[in-house]
């Protein structure tokens, strides 16, 4: 699976868009990194959508405090993403892919 923080693939394929896409990693005590785990969830996500790749991709943690309770501070890692399909010969059904690399 191909991933790319811009917008852009690499090799100038053709390709549409199939849909935004979100995946998150589970609720952790604050400090932890969790990038891969939410990563590795964004691209099953966009597997099952048959995707081939995945642009746009961006990060986002969301964070609990427990202070009313003691508790410790939990956090989440989530990815986000647009899913895409490469085009076949540079043509979807007889049109032309939404987005195009430069």
């Given at each position: 699976?191909?991933?790319?923080?811009?917008?852009?693939?690499?090799?100038?394929?053709?390709?549409?868009?199939?849909?935004?896409?979100?995946?998150?990693?589970?609720?952790?005590?604050a400090g932890e990194d969790d990038r891969?785990?939410?990563?590795?969830?964004l691209i099953r996500e966009a597997e099952?959508?048959?995707?081939?790749?995945?642009?746009?991709?961006?990060?986002?943690?969301?964070?609990?405090?427990?202070?009313?309770?003691?508790?410790?501070?939990?956090?989440?890692?989530?990815?986000?993403?647009?899913?895409?399909?490469?085009?076949?010969?540079?043509?979807?059904?007889?049109?032309?892919?939404?987005?195009?690399?430069?």
């Amino acid at each position: 699976m191909q991933v790319s923080r811009s917008h852009r693939l690499e090799g100038a394929r053709c390709h549409y868009l199939i849909g935004r896409i979100k995946a998150c990693a589970i609720w952790r005590a604050a400090g932890e990194d969790d990038r891969l785990a939410a990563l590795q969830a964004l691209i099953r996500e966009a597997e099952d959508y048959g995707a081939d790749a995945i642009i746009g991709l961006d990060f986002e943690i969301d964070g609990v405090s427990c202070a009313d309770i003691g508790g410790a501070p939990l956090q989440r890692v989530a990815a986000t993403g647009i899913a895409v399909k490469f085009a076949q010969d540079g043509l979807i059904g007889g049109a032309r892919p939404l987005r195009q690399g430069p």
